[in-house]
């Protein structure tokens, strides 16, 4: 079964608009972090924003939010006011300690953003 | 935010040849790094988890002796592709986490840019 799923393998979005990636995942632990990636064309990763478990608050990162609904175990990402320069890949991941060792993420499959003028 | 460079930024070899690829952290140590792989138009894959000083530990499915990882100082982690060929190409992505600071994210990963391997 896949730990992080991301539903929408491609949107389209007119410039300035708001915009939402959604991510769903699966854990049995109670201690979690979940994030959002962005990857342009380039192929590097550049963080965007963080949620853990255990934070009350849905996080925010200038004009990215997180809506993170723990019962429904879903994290989607929300890009306020799109920009050209929003077109890229988008991935969520998640990373789940075990054995009090640092963990690797485990990645969804992303979805491509594109802004249109 | 923290530097994680990677060398070189891509590689063309011929088939049956070996390719080292080098992950440093430049402004933190790093016990612990990871080493991802990613198909054109994929997700990221993690491959191994490196430690410093010690062995490396493999995800399933991931060759040990064809993928080899030492990790000899808190800056430095390197994956060699033994005997590499078509199918091992693909992008290869170091992250290296860095400790987690008062009230920041811990164990924040931080992403290298990574290497274009292409087998021939």
């Known amino acids: 079964a896949q730990k992080i799923t991301q539903t929408q393998p491609g949107m389209f979005v007119q410039e300035k608009e708001a915009v939402t990636l959604d991510c769903t995942y699966d854990?049995?632990?109670?201690?979690?972090?979940l994030f959002w990636y962005k990857q342009p064309s380039s192929g590097e990763m550049i963080f965007l924003i963080y949620?853990?478990?255990?934070?009350?608050q849905n996080a925010t990162e200038g004009r990215y939010s997180l809506n993170f609904q723990k019962a429904r175990k879903s994290a989607n990402l929300v890009i306020s006011a799109s920009q050209l320069g929003d077109s890229a890949m988008y991935f969520c991941a998640m990373r789940e300690p075990s054995g009090g060792g640092a963990d690797g993420l485990t990645f969804g499959k992303g979805t491509h953003l594109i802004i249109q003028p | 935010g923290a530097v994680v460079s990677q060398h070189p930024s891509w590689v063309i070899c011929k088939s049956g040849t070996s390719v080292k690829i080098e992950c440093r952290s430049l402004d933190f140590q790093a016990t612990t790094m990871f080493w991802y792989r990613q198909f054109p138009k994929q997700s990221l894959m993690l491959m191994a988890t490196s430690n410093e000083g010690s062995k490396a530990t493999y995800e399933q499915g991931v060759e040990k002796d064809k993928f080899l990882i030492n990790h000899a100082s808190l800056t430095l982690s390197t994956l060699t592709v033994t005997s590499a060929h078509p199918e091992d190409s693909s992008f290869y992505i170091c992250s290296a986490i860095r400790p987690g600071l008062a009230g920041g994210r811990v164990n924040e990963q931080f992403f290298g840019p990574g290497t274009r391997l292409t087998v021939l």
């Open positions: 854990t049995s632990d109670q201690s979690y972090g």
């Open positions: 949620q853990g478990s255990y934070d009350e």
